[in-house]
C-alpha cells in the first residue's frame, strides 16, 4: 500500500530555533500533500495544502511566514517552523493524495511528528 | 475549520461489548471517512462510505450515513482492548481533497 513517512519523529528544540519537517511519499507520487497540526487530545487541524512546484495555500489564521511548506518534488514536501516558540508545541502530521491508491479523496498519512519547544 | 462533531467524546467499555460512535457535519459532502489513530501515532483509514451509500461493512466495523441528517455512525463489534484509540469522521467538504474531521471519540475498551 501507499506509505508516507515523515521525519523526524520526535524533535525538541529551543525557543527562537527554526525546525524542518520532511513528508515524504515512499511508493507514490504524490501531488498534493496537507499538513496538519494536532494539540494534545484535540483533533487534526488543516494548516495548509501544498501541490508539487506551487506554493502552498494556506488556511485561515495559519501564519505563512511562519510555517513556510515547500513541495519541491513530487515525493517530498517540507514544513519549516520558524523562530519557534512553545505555543508551537503540537504533532504535526502530513498527508499525501496521488496516484498510488487512484482516488483523489484518499489521503495517506505519515506518522506524524512530535515538536516540542523549550 | 473544525465542522463535524462527534459523540460521546468518551467511550469506556467491556471487551467483547459493542461501541458505536456518531459524527455529524454541517454542509453537503461527496464522501465521509473514519480514521482510527493510536495515542501519539498516525492515522489509520478504516472505511470511506460515499454520499450515495447508505451503509457500508468491514469486517467488525459497520458504517452509516444518513444525508438528511448530516450524521453518520461507526459501530465497532465484538470490541477488542486493542481497538482501544481515538477515532475520527472525516469530510471532503473542505474541496479540493482536504479533509475536515471531528472532534474524535476517545475509546476504551477494558479487557
Known amino acids: 500500500g501507499a506509505v508516507v513517512s515523515q521525519h523526524p519523529s520526535r524533535v525538541i528544540c529551543k525557543s527562537g530555533t527554526s525546525v524542518k519537517i520532511e513528508c515524504r511519499s515512499l511508493?507514490?507520487?504524490?501531488?498534493?500533500m496537507f499538513w496538519y497540526r494536532q494539540f494534545p487530545k484535540q483533533s487534526l487541524m488543516l494548516m495548509a495544502t501544498?501541490?508539487?512546484?506551487?506554493?502552498?495555500?494556506?488556511e485561515q489564521g495559519v501564519e505563512k511566514d511562519k510555517f513556510l511548506i515547500n513541495h519541491a518534488s513530487l515525493t517530498l514536501s517540507t514544513l519549516t517552523v520558524t523562530s519557534a516558540h512553545p505555543e508551537d508545541s503540537s504533532f504535526y502530521i502530513c498527508?499525501?493524495?496521488?496516484?498510488?491508491?487512484?482516488?483523489?479523496?484518499?489521503?495517506?498519512f505519515g506518522p506524524g511528528t512530535r515538536l516540542t519547544v523549550t | 475549520s473544525q465542522q463535524g462533531e462527534e459523540d460521546p467524546q468518551a467511550l469506556s467499555i467491556q471487551e467483547g461489548e459493542n461501541a458505536t460512535m456518531n459524527c455529524s457535519y454541517k454542509?453537503?459532502?461527496?464522501?465521509l471517512q473514519w480514521y482510527r489513530q493510536n495515542s501519539g501515532r498516525g492515522l489509520v483509514h478504516l472505511i470511506l462510505?460515499?454520499?450515495?451509500?447508505r451503509e457500508k461493512h468491514s469486517g467488525r466495523l459497520r458504517v452509516t450515513l444518513d444525508t438528511s441528517k448530516k450524521s453518520s455512525s461507526l459501530l465497532i463489534t465484538a470490541s477488542r482492548a486493542a481497538d482501544t484509540a481515538s477515532y475520527f469522521c472525516?469530510?471532503?467538504?473542505?474541496?479540493?481533497?482536504?479533509?475536515?474531521f471531528g472532534q474524535g471519540t476517545e475509546l476504551s475498551v477494558k479487557p
Open positions: 498527508s499525501a493524495s496521488g496516484l498510488a491508491g487512484g482516488l483523489t479523496y484518499e489521503q495517506y
Open positions: 501544498s501541490n508539487e512546484g506551487s506554493k502552498a495555500t494556506y
Open positions: 472525516a469530510t471532503d467538504a473542505g474541496g479540493g481533497g482536504k479533509l475536515i
Open positions: 511508493d507514490f507520487q504524490a501531488t498534493t
Open positions: 462510505i460515499r454520499s450515495n451509500e
Open positions: 454542509t453537503s459532502i461527496n464522501n
